[in-house]
């Protein structure tokens, strides 16, 4: 590491600067922290109160696998191929810019909309047991939510398109 750049050997071309890679890790972890302080206080409301630390304790042993598997394989992760691993990460971060999309658009449904999918998804529901929860026969209820996957997939490809992300 000369001059604060490590020179991947690789791919001579790419070049790793210590500030910006830590800095990217930092926020990183960050997100993942506050993502934890986010589903903690969602599931203390809407379920169980112990099961929002069940949430605190996956997510600090998701923390801890990754941490692992450096220390296990530093070959995997060294200055020569870390440039390589940063970009097959990167391409998995794509279902997560569809899933932060997929967020924004759920909030704009409307509410009947939203109160569909939730009867649909609740803890050990069918499609006949939702249909009939909110007064709708199967095939009207089976309608409904396939106009509401077509409006939501549209949702998150013109989302990502004016992001800049398609």
Request: charged share 25%.
């Amino acid at each position: 590491m000369a001059g604060g750049v490590v020179q991947v050997t690789g791919n001579p071309g790419a070049l790793l600067r210590p500030r910006p890679l830590l800095l990217g890790l930092a926020a990183i972890t960050s997100a993942v922290l506050a993502l934890e302080v986010l589903l903690t206080r969602l599931l203390s409301v809407l379920t169980w109160y112990s099961l929002a630390f069940l949430v605190i304790g996956m997510g600090l042993f998701g923390l801890t696998v990754g941490a692992v598997e450096v220390y296990l394989h530093p070959d995997r992760y060294g200055p020569e191929r870390l440039a390589g691993s940063l970009a097959d990460r990167a391409v998995e971060l794509r279902l997560d810019e569809r899933h932060e999309a997929m967020a924004r658009c759920l909030e704009k449904l409307r509410w009947g909309d939203r109160e569909l999918l939730a009867e649909r998804f609740k803890e050990g529901a069918t499609a006949r047991s939702a249909a009939e929860r909110v007064g709708l026969s199967v095939d009207a209820f089976y309608k409904a939510l396939a106009r509401i996957r077509r409006l939501l997939d549209e949702c998150v490809t013109r989302t990502l398109a004016s992001e800049g992300r398609s």
